[in-house]
Structures are given as C-alpha cells and as structure tokens.
C-alpha cells in the first residue's frame, strides 16, 4: 500500500496555521510584557492553583512585588486575603495574572473565595 503525502502534509500544515493562531486565543493584557510601575518588583513570587488546592501552599515574596498567579485547575479559583489586604478576584481556568502584593513585611492567610477549604500564606519579607 502506497503512503499519500498529499492528506499528510495537509493535515500537517493544518495544524501549524492552529498552532501559530493559539497566541491570539489569550487576551491581549497577557500577552503582552510590560514593565511594573515604579517602585513594584516583577515576579518575586508564584502561586499555582489547582483544583485540590494552591502550590506551593506558603510563598515568599518582597514587599511591594508582583506576584504572579497561574490557575492551573480546572474551574476559577481566586486568591483572596483572609484579612483582605488583596484580593485577585476570579481567575478563569488557565488565565495567568501579575498581583501587586502588600508593602509591609509580615505573614498574609490566604484562600479561594469559592472554595474556602483551599489556603496557602503569602509571606513578605
């Protein structure tokens, strides 16, 4: 039985046109790379979300920094202060975002504001 490239390099090329049309899948906000305001430190810290809870569930980050924040799950989740100092609002299912974090050193609880059982502590040091 003889191979047809015809169908093959077809279905090749198909998949390179899906591939290199996937960036303008993401919002435009998170594609691009701009730099923090003055006196913000980008990505001292990382908080990954999944569905079972957030990884790492404590996090280290300078004051006054962004914190980047990957749902990773499937379902929105948030990162939400027990105290309230901050507050990331619904992330969508592999949405990535920059938080600003506190300016003042010191132990911060934290949870999902739709699954209160899932908590981690940002620490600013």
Known sequence: MRFKRTPFLLLIFIFGVLVSGCNKLIPEQFRRVTPPPPGIERNTGEIRMLDSGFVPTEVRAK????????NNGSIPHSVTSDTGTFDSGLIEAGQP???????????????????????????IE
Request: charged share 15%; glycine share 8%.
């Open 97 to 123: 975002i920059d938080m600003e974090g506190p300016s003042e050193p010191g132990s911060y609880p934290f949870h999902c504001s739709i699954h209160p059982e899932i908590k981690g502590v940002l620490t």
């Open 63 to 70: 004051p006054n920094s962004l914190i980047n924040i990957i």
